[in-house]
């Protein structure tokens, strides 16, 4: 565990540890190029905002370049099955649903949640039936998110799942963003934690002085916590009312803190004098293609509801547009930080900050290599999106159900 406890203009605060020391910015040659790990697939990831999955209706989702068919049944039950047909390969997703059951567009098969073939219409009796399925994957519906389980089936029950207290909370409101960004999810996590960017902010937070109180370290996680203290320029409202200073806005320090829980992210804002926060924010950054150089970004803002009833109400509009305004522009660095990486062929760039040198030991030893080479298919060929391997897995254990030619029921 490391704590550091930077003073005033950067250097060591009385009695303060020193900050330890790096002899480079890499922690040596040897280390494995952060951007060529993936994420570690036994966790559950956000795969897509609920209301978008609506009730007898399908939905394409992706981990990973693995392509993921939701469904949601009569029930209100959310499935999530390997987006191909077993037949011809055709996406589930485009697929028609009937009560509980998922049907190919193609020529009707129809599948359980399990993955299993609930139905061939035409085979006739007594015909041999295919020995397998789908792969299926674990689902869990909360914080009005559907999350899947992509990594081993076993694992999904004790993997960790996300505690959010304030969700649905009467003293809180929430504001869901899901966003698309063209960047490897390291630099996500490196952006957030980093608060010495605020420069980028300065025509919505005004002029911001961030000081690092200190941090710790873990096999797992990374925590920081930094005091914000206002310099002056012009301000969003939109800020003011987020950290709980009202319509008439007054600067005050607020305390920052931000952790990175493998695989997700978390930040939480005090305002001097308070012992709550104003707000809290849970963020997870879900790989889309198979190179993993797009992340499709899912973030829940708890805001703690003002004493004023109808306050946060009339403020909403302008929070939503500070908040859109800011992540914008972490948008903008953090994909040109992938361009470069992109036309470099590597990573190339030369960090001096030990925080970020720790959250990246951790994003690199709790992840999983990219395989360079895609992995391989049914009967040996290659996967396009190099997730065959794993989904192979899944089908071994999903046969088909024996029913005779003619039962259309699961």
């Known amino acids: 565990m490391t704590e550091a406890r930077p003073g005033v203009d950067g250097q060591p605060s009385a009695g303060a540890p020193p900050t ?3 002899p480079d910015g890499r922690r040596g040659e040897s280390a494995a190029d952060l951007r060529r790990i993936g994420v570690n ?33 009569r029930s209100g039950r959310v499935y999530a099955l390997e987006d191909r047909c077993a037949h011809r ?14 049907r190919c567009c193609y020529h009707a098969w129809a599948y359980r949640g399990n993955g299993r ?14 020995p397998r399925g789908v792969r299926s994957f674990p689902v869990r ?3 009005g998110l559907v999350f899947v389980f992509p990594g081993d089936p ?7 799942f996300p505690v959010l207290p304030e969700f649905g909370s009467p003293t809180h409101r929430t504001m869901t963003f899901s966003r698309t960004v063209k960047c490897h999810y390291s630099f996500m996590h490196e952006n957030l934690l980093d608060m010495n960017h605020q420069f980028l902010h300065r025509g919505v937070l005004g002029r911001i002085r961030p000081e690092l109180l200190g941090y710790e370290s873990g096999p797992r996680s990374v925590e920081a916590r930094y005091l914000f203290v206002p310099a002056g320029g012009r301000k969003d409202r939109g800020a003011g009312l987020l950290s709980a200073e009202g319509f008439g806005g007054k600067d005050r320090p607020d305390v920052i803190t931000i952790r990175t829980e493998y695989p997700y992210q978390t930040l939480h804002d005090v305002p001097e004098d308070a012992e709550l926060p104003a707000f809290s924010l849970w963020a997870a950054y879900v790989p889309e293609d198979a190179e993993q150089r797009t992340n499709h970004a899912y973030g829940l803002l708890m805001i703690a509801k003002p004493p004023v009833p109808g306050a946060l109400h009339v403020a909403w509009p302008f929070i939503r547009r500070f908040t859109e305004r800011v992540f914008a522009q972490d948008r903008m660095a953090v994909e040109a930080e992938q361009r470069a990486w992109d036309e470099q062929g590597a990573d190339r760039n030369h ?9 990246r030991d951790v994003l690199r030893s709790n992840g999983v290599p990219i395989s360079a080479q895609p992995a391989a298919g049914p009967g040996g060929a290659p996967s396009p999106d190099g997730s ?11 046969s088909a159900e024996p029913q005779s030619a003619d039962r259309r029921q699961p």
Do not use: H
Not at 90 to 99: A, I, K, N, T, W
Not at 154 to 160: I, V
Not at 352 to 359: A, R, S
């Open 20 to 22: 330890p020391a790096r």
């Open 41 to 73: 697939p036994d966790f559950w990831y956000p795969v897509a905002v609920s209301r978008k999955v609506k009730r007898q209706r399908t939905f394409a989702a992706v981990f990973a370049g693995e392509r993921i068919a939701l469904y949601r049944g």
């Open 89 to 102: 390969q055709v996406p589930l997703s485009m697929g028609v649903v009937e009560d509980e059951i998922l």
């Open 117 to 130: 073939i609930s139905q061939i219409p035409y085979l006739p009796k007594g015909c041999e039936r295919p």
């Open 141 to 143: 519906e909360a914080f």
């Open 154 to 160: 076993e694992k999904a029950e004790s993997a960790p």
């Open 351 to 359: 960090e001096v900050f030990p925080l970020i040198l720790d959250v």
């Open 388 to 398: 065959a391997a794993r989904a192979g897995e899944g089908l071994a254990g999903a």
